[in-house]
């Protein structure tokens, strides 16, 4: 079955999340020693309120613990991806990921290494872009992510996500 592009007009050494650095390791091995049926969420989103309101929408919604991991940048982000996978930890359920983080081309770059490393992994994308601008953009990439179009408004961020 070929992927179509899914649109949705809605109105850190260290891992970075937005409220506190911590440390890798020490991260790392939380992972791998709580319970697999948690659902995890990654967030690669430059603009920090942009972040906080997707993790709130995340922890707000579901009754069940998530574990969220946000990053401001694609580096950390992939450096965060390489020791999963160097400490043959599970990937995230679920990346939520900016297109345009440091430079143009970032967020789905970072999409289609996500996708390599953990195929499992439900990737959306998301950009201020209009689908139709983004929509040649997706097709060349790899994965081919879910694309939602910022702003988006909270109950269709939590329809896409926990449906």
């Not at 574990?67 to 043959?88: G, Q």
């Not at 689908?131 to 896409?160: A, C, G, H, N, W």
């Amino acid at each position: 079955m070929k992927n179509k592009i899914s649109t949705l007009a809605i109105s850190k050494k260290t891992h970075f999340d937005f409220d506190r650095e911590i440390d890798i390791e020490r991260d790392l091995a939380s992972d791998s020693t709580s319970s697999y049926e948690q659902t995890s969420f990654m967030i690669v989103e430059d603009d920090v309120a942009t972040s906080k309101f997707i993790k709130h929408v995340i922890k707000k919604s579901v009754s069940n613990p998530v574990k969220v991991r946000s990053f401001n940048t694609a580096d950390k982000a992939c450096e965060y991806i390489y020791s999963l996978k160097e400490f043959n930890l599970p990937g995230p359920d679920v990346a939520i990921i900016d297109y345009i983080l440091t430079s143009n081309n970032e967020g789905i770059w970072l999409c289609d290494l996500l996708k390599k490393r953990f195929p499992e992994t439900h990737v959306i994308l998301m950009s201020s872009f209009s689908s139709d601008q983004m929509r040649e953009i997706i097709e060349r990439s790899e994965t081919k992510p879910l694309f939602i179009q910022k702003p988006f408004e909270i109950d269709t961020l939590k329809k896409i996500l926990f449906n």
